[in-house]
């Protein structure tokens, strides 16, 4: 026989049997569309995620004082579960001082925040004050400015302020050389940053040094946090590690006793990533279970099949069909099931695709033609393999006792 023959005599089957044949393609139809839409759904997951990282500078490096050992418990260093609060550590100039031994490092500052009521035009509101090395940071930041300027080295008592304090904090938009007063000291605006969601839309960035005279129980040369810049992104790790071991020395601490943190943007980048592959998997593991089922559908449906079509199996061998010809048939008659319950479950899995990440806020990717073609395969697949069995057992009927069967 021709495979066109196959197909011709498998489309015949499937057509005959109709409501069992569209049951069992339900259950396929679930399967792939639950498969299709989870992976879709983590691309666009995926696809937020870089997102929200896409601005983000994954040369920077930032020391803070304070350790967890739980942060590192897979490592297993030595006292791990115990923690260094930040409260009595600190960082200071002779951190950096040490840290400038460092070859690698392009840029270094350190900083200082805190909260403070800032008054404007009459109002008043606690805002998050962030001190800076204004000779440095302007090399480091990724924000843009929407209007004025960044820091200069010779400023003091002015600040650049995020988009929400300009527009949203107070009755009256903040704009440039306006002045906002801080523990009574007047901070002139010098520049706004464009929007980047979140909270640094509601800070105020300032000169470390001004920023010491309005932040209370802020001290000079104490930081809390140290920001480094490298010139490479591949030497985020190494650089971060020789910053760990050059600490651990100018403060006299082992692992044990650590008492400061050192985390990379390049690092959380990793880990994110890393989380999302890991729940990807697991929501995909837990769609494909549907699609063991459905197989179960196609092999037992494909049983009943040869058990209602034994007579015409035996007549088929009477007349001169070969085994070969009539696992065919039935490998064909299940390529179809799965190809069937394939091409709609891609169908309603695109929908899911588009509507899911909308109704969770999610930038939509939509169905990328390999998830379509994967979704098909699969299918098809495992249509194959669940009718294999009942295919091989119906090529291997007797035509007597075929045609004796009632």
């Known amino acids: 026989m021709r495979y066109r023959t196959y197909l011709k005599l498998a ?14 393609i339900i259950g396929i139809v679930i399967g792939v569309a639950a498969v299709v839409s989870i992976m879709s759904l983590g691309d666009s997951m995926a696809m937020n995620v870089e997102s929200r990282f896409a601005d983000m500078d994954l040369t920077k490096i930032t020391i803070t004082p304070g350790y967890s050992r739980a942060q590192s418990a897979m490592h297993g260093p030595p006292g791990q579960g115990q923690t260094s609060s930040s409260s009595d550590v600190e960082l200071t100039n002779k951190d950096i001082m040490a840290l400038k031994l460092i070859k690698d490092i392009q840029y270094m500052y350190g900083e200082i925040s805190g909260r403070e009521d800032v008054y404007f035009l009459g109002e008043s509101v606690s805002l998050s ?6 000779q440095v940071w302007q090399y480091v930041t990724t924000s843009d400015v929407g209007s004025g300027r960044l820091l200069e080295p010779a400023d003091k008592f002015v600040a650049v302020i995020g988009s929400g304090v300009a527009e949203d904090i107070f009755e009256q938009p903040v704009g440039i050389n306006m002045v906002l007063t801080i523990n009574g000291k007047s901070v002139r605006v010098v520049g706004i940053l464009e929007s980047e969601g979140g909270s640094s839309d509601r800070q105020i960035i300032m000169p470390i040094d001004a920023a010491v005279e309005v932040i209370e129980d802020a001290e000079k040369n104490t930081f809390d946090s140290i920001v480094v810049k490298v010139g490479n992104v591949d030497m985020v790790e190494s650089v971060a590690e020789e910053i760990k071991t050059k600490l651990m020395i ?7 006793d650590q008492d400061f943190s050192v985390s990379a943007s390049k690092s959380m980048l990793e880990d994110v990533s890393s989380m999302m592959s890991s ?7 837990i769609a494909a279970v549907s699609l063991v089922v459905g197989a179960v559908g196609i092999a037992n449906t494909m049983f009943t099949s040869v058990l209602e079509k034994t007579k015409e ?15 065919m048939i039935f490998i064909f008659n299940a390529l179809l099931v799965g190809f069937v319950g394939g091409a709609f479950g891609v169908i309603i899995g695109s929908i899911a ?13 939509g169905l990328s033609l390999e998830l379509t073609v994967f979704g098909l395969l699969i299918a098809m697949v495992i249509g194959v393999i669940s009718g294999a069995v009942p295919a091989y057992r119906a090529s291997r009927l007797k035509p007597v006792d075929a045609l004796r069967y009632e």
């Open 11 to 24: 489309l015949n089957i499937l057509l005959h049997s109709k409501l069992r044949s569209w049951l069992t």
């Open 313 to 327: 199996i035996g007549t088929m061998k009477a007349i001169g069909a070969k085994n070969r010809d009539i696992m």
């Open 250 to 256: 100018s403060r006299h601490v082992s692992e044990r």
């Open 353 to 365: 695709s588009v509507y899911l990440p909308s109704m969770l806020g999610m930038a939509t990717v």
């Open 129 to 134: 004050i962030t001190g800076v090395d204004p």
């Open 279 to 285: 729940m990807n998997l697991f929501l995909g593991a």
